[in-house]
């Protein structure tokens, strides 16, 4: 009876042995896989943080070179056989000077809810984007400056805009600017009322038939208007630099991680023991 009772006792203690080895072995993959995927996790957001510093410091190379543009003395714009060799990336924000007639052609209103280049605009309104013929028989197209638009109202912006277009050649100073791309949410223009909402000068002349026009449009600082409508202005760089912060939110999440990855595994640790 006592060998009976023994064996099966012998029985039990065995099989719960190997239950426990087994559940034992089972952890172990799992907390290996839960380690390496940790590692990654702390290896990416670290490459996160250094990303945002080297963006950092293109950005503040970026913010320098605009800035020294906009510094330099105003040039003459570029002749047309040259215009191809123009760059946003060497060429966005110089100063220049040009001599042009506004052509008598509809004009375009572009939508604004503010500026990141003016200090004297706030509000929604209008930009008012016109064709201006060169001697040589070319078109830039100029972005004559804001309008208190508010409703984007039709007649109000063709009054505006129609007293520049006078038939007489015009001195004009600017930047030199490039169209902006759409976004994923940019709504449709509306051509009924010649209002866009990405200044992109090439689609506004394809659709109000401008013909071929420079690559580039002009950002007008100066004349003024007696009226004060269109209001051209100087312009200032202003670009976001939040990559500092971001960097920092990265770093930090990758040490959070590892601080409680680190207390997860002595917790493991002190279980097996």
């Known amino acids: 009876m006592n060998d009976v009772t023994n064996k099966a006792f012998s029985s039990e203690v ?36 250094f990303w945002q510093l080297q963006r950092r410091v293109e950005k503040h190379a970026l913010i320098a070179a605009l800035d020294s543009r906009l510094a330099a003395p105003t040039e003459a714009l570029p002749p047309p056989s040259a215009w191809p060799a123009v760059t946003s990336a060497k060429d966005e924000f ?12 509809p004009d375009a209103m572009v939508f604004s809810s503010g500026s990141a280049v003016r200090d004297d605009i706030a509000g929604p309104g209008t930009w008012a984007f016109l064709p201006a013929k060169l001697a040589s028989g070319e078109t ?63 689609a506004m002349a394809q659709t109000l038939g401008w013909g071929q026009v420079a690559p580039f449009y002009i950002d007008l600082e100066a004349p003024v208007p ?13 670009l976001k630099d939040d990559h500092m912060q971001y960097a920092i939110t990265w770093f930090s999440l990758a040490a959070a991680v590892t601080i409680a990855f680190g207390l997860w595994w002595r917790g493991q640790r002190r279980r097996g023991t």
Request: no cysteine.
């Open 226 to 238: 007696d009226s004060g409508t269109p209001k051209p202005g100087p312009l200032k760089v202003r």
């Open 140 to 202: 830039v197209v100029i972005n004559t400056g804001f309008v208190q638009n508010t409703m984007q109202d039709r007649a109000f912006e063709d009054r505006v805009a129609g007293r520049l277009v006078t038939g007489a050649p015009v001195e004009l100073t600017g930047y030199i600017r490039f169209p902006e791309p759409p976004g994923r949410l940019t709504p449709k223009e509306d051509s009924a009322k010649r209002l866009w909402f990405v200044r992109d000068h090439r």
């Open 94 to 105: 110089r100063r220049v000077t040009l001599t042009a007639t506004y052509a008598k052609l």
């Open 14 to 49: 065995g099989t719960g042995s190997r239950e426990e080895n087994a559940s034992k072995g089972s952890q172990r993959p799992s907390a290996a896989g839960f380690g390496i995927f940790t590692l990654i996790l702390i290896a990416v957001f670290i490459a996160l943080g």
